[in-house]
Nanobody, 118 residues
Framework: QVQLVESGGGLVQAGGSLRLSCAAS????????MGWYRQAPGKARELVAH??????NYADAVKGRFTISSDKAKNTAYLQMNSLKPEDTAVYYC?????????????WGQGTQVTVSS
């Protein structure tokens, strides 16, 4: 009963910027944490950034370039991506750690394609 809807992906030239959004909707009590993951062709899915109360974490490859943030009132997380590189090309997935009122569960968004051209 929880859905994550992602938006903001697209095609951008190297050095450009994109902002991804992930909005949670449905029946739940609270969102404990949210994160962004990505998967490039032929590679495993990897953590990009994670945000929880009082802390954020970033993959080494994106530190200093990407920023994760959240709007609690809107149940939405964002990933601001600056200074994009071709190696950032991947499908980006939103993940949410959700307390439904009865249990704590992980949910995934559908993924959004980010393509960075050289």
């Amino acid at each position: 009963q929880v859905q994550l809807v992602e938006s903001g992906g697209g095609l951008v030239q190297a050095g450009g910027s994109l902002r991804l959004s992930c909005a949670a909707s449905g029946s739940f009590f609270s969102i404990i944490a949210m994160g962004w993951y990505r998967q490039a062709p032929g590679k495993a899915r990897e953590l990009v950034a994670h945000i929880a109360t009082g802390s954020t974490n970033y993959a080494d490859a994106v530190k200093g370039r990407f920023t994760i943030s959240s709007d609690k009132a809107k149940n939405t997380a964002y990933l601001q991506m600056n200074s994009l590189k071709p190696e950032d090309t991947a499908v980006y997935y939103c993940n949410a750690d959700v307390f439904t009122g009865l249990s704590r569960r992980d949910y995934w968004g559908q993924g959004t394609q980010v393509t960075v051209s050289s």
